[in-house]
């Protein structure tokens, strides 16, 4: 058993306060917007107690760290990453590719010379990032599109001459591209933009509600319009959802835990001054409606469609044997949970190495994540 702590990542959506509580720290005015607990390069979670990081240990011994099987489908790293993220604002409307398309367009812009780090890259890595997130505040957010009954539903309420222009787009074929592609397209949305954040301006509840929250934090820009196209979701803690491939989704507020598959490639398409391709967007989303984008679990267990990861959710009472072939991190979020000899406090985890069986007990909250 390895006691690791989380790495803070101080983007400016985060929260100035959330994970600062978690951990029992003072907040000194900055944004601390995720922990990540992982081997991803850009942040390997630190051996606690140690000068040594968990990727160190994974690449000096990777069969022992995450088992041959691992090390033989997914390569010398963990597949997963996890996350505590705490969104004081909305983050960028955003989707990910599949593991063919990341394939393609990681190759596609190194033949370019487009660096890695440069403004204008998509693909980061090789990698499809699939994740899943189980909300342990109230946090709302939005996944997936709307249907088409409920956009123009929405359209009609609200009225405005200036989003004529997305009832058109969905009175043709293929109506959700044809209204994702308008807003992103429209050469002069300024008006549009102006005139929806206005009407909302009073909103506080209802499906209008991440309209309003993108208009508060991101006045002018085209995002605004896309909240229409989209499902607003307000999760109560326990409840999750999965954003699969192609799936435009953002998280608006509230905090969270999050597993994916361990990638960093984002493609961004409102609320954001980052770089936005029109083409490899419509290249990759996902275009049908998605009526119900909460995902349901099994007795604490959440199964998800890819193998990169899984995650349950424990609430500690009694010892808990945690059994898995592969690798786990095992992360308390609230109350106090003991793995075997290592007592963790809120904000830290544990990583399990490939074939070893742990004992949580203790009296809080625990997610298990490994290998799906």
Known sequence: MIAIDGVPRHYEWGSHTAIQSLLGVPPDGNPIAELWFGDHPLAPSPVAGTASTLRDRIIADPEAMLGHDVVHRFGARLPFLVKILAAGKPLSIQVHPNLDQAKSGFEAEEKAGIGLTASNRNYRDRNHKPELLCALTPFDAMCGFRRRSEILALLSQLDLPELAFLHAALSEPDPLRRAFTAVLTEPDPGPAVAALSRRVAEVTSGPLL??????????????????????????????????????????????????????????????????????????????????????????????????DFGLTRLSVRAPTTVRDVGPQIILCTSGHVRVDELDVSPGHAVFVPAGMASTVDGDGLAFVAGVG
């Open 210 to 307: 991440a309209t309003r929250l993108a208009a508060d934090q991101h006045s002018g820009d085209i995002g605004v319009l896309l909240t229409l196209l989209l499902n607003y979701l307000h999760l109560k803690p326990g409840e999750s959802i999965y954003l699969d491939a192609g799936i435009v989704h953002a998280y608006l507020q509230g905090t969270a835990v999050e597993v994916m598959a361990n990638s960093d490639n984002v493609l961004r398409c409102g609320l954001t001054p980052k770089h936005v391709d029109v083409e490899e967007l419509l290249r990759i989303t996902d275009f049908t409606e998605l009526p119900d984008p909460r995902w349901h679990e099994n007795a604490g267990r959440f199964e998800v469609p890819v193998s």
